[in-house]
Antibody
Framework: EVQLVESGGGLVQPGGSLRLPCEASGFTFSSYAMSWVRQAPGKGLEWVSTISASGGSTFYANSVKGRFTISRDNSRNTLYVQMNSLRAEDTAVYYC????????????WGQGTLVTVSS | DIQMTQSPSTLSASVGDRVTITCRASQSISNSLAWYQQKPGKAPKLLIYKASSLESGVPSRFSGSGSGTEFTLTINSLQPDDFATYYCQLYNDYYRTFGQGTRVEIK
């Protein structure tokens, strides 16, 4: 069974940093591109970042470029996002998602972890 | 950047109704469109990809159509489990853009 489990969310002050891990199981993690998608409270979905299966290519939304870094450790089956210079508008539930090889879309998602940026 | 606009924002319907949600792209995206369903407090679920291909395990009452700039998601014979928020999503290589969502509520 495919499982994605995010952790690491919490309250952080504006300007602060946080790293979120997403542990994957039930599939060959190193064969799939992975992404982060976020959802501000009561708002819609926003794609944040994607990393290729090997980790050699990364892509970011303009809203986080230069502040967030996506990475992965294929030996640990874990996806990460390092979030720096956090702003109030980064407050959201952060989901990790697997990019399907057949449809190129997000076929499995984690349960999400809430990041709150506030003083 | 390509913008995705969904309509309506909210839709009131009854069990058994046929429901149609529209998604418009600010420029042609061929058929690079997906639809997701999200229930409160849950992660989204992929329903449709490539504008009209049904994801495995998704009931056949869901269908998608369109190409270019205008797309539709149709739910035939709305079921109680279908009351949720639906998002369209453009995909382009590794980049993704979501529409703002359409909430389907009970009439």
């Amino acid at each position: 069974e495919v499982q994605l489990v995010e952790s690491g969310g919490g309250l952080v002050q504006p300007g602060g940093s946080l790293r979120l891990p997403c542990e994957a199981s039930g599939f060959t993690f190193s064969s799939y591109a992975m992404s982060w998608v976020r959802q501000a409270p009561g708002k819609g979905l926003e794609w944040v970042s994607t990393i290729s299966a090997s980790g050699g290519s990364t892509f970011y939304a303009n809203s986080v470029k230069g502040r967030f870094t996506i990475s992965r450790d294929n030996s640990r089956n874990t996806l990460y996002v390092q979030m720096n210079s956090l702003r109030a508008e980064d407050t959201a539930v952060y989901y990790c998602a697997r990019k399907s090889q057949s449809s190129s879309n997000f076929d499995y998602w984690g349960q999400g972890t809430l990041v709150t940026v506030s003083s | 950047d390509i913008q995705m606009t969904q309509s309506p924002s909210t839709l009131s319907a009854s069990v058994g109704d046929r429901v149609t949600i529209t998604c418009r792209a600010s420029q042609s995206i061929s058929n690079s469109l997906a639809w997701y369903q999200q229930k409160p407090g849950k992660a989204p679920k992929l329903l449709i990809y490539k504008a009209s291909s049904l994801e495995s395990g998704v009931p056949s009452r869901f269908s998608g159509s369109g190409s270019g700039t205008e797309f539709t998601l149709t739910i035939n014979s709305l079921q109680p489990d279908d009351f949720a928020t639906y998002y369209c999503q453009l995909y382009n290589d590794y980049y993704r853009t979501f529409g703002q969502g359409t909430r389907v509520e009970i009439k």
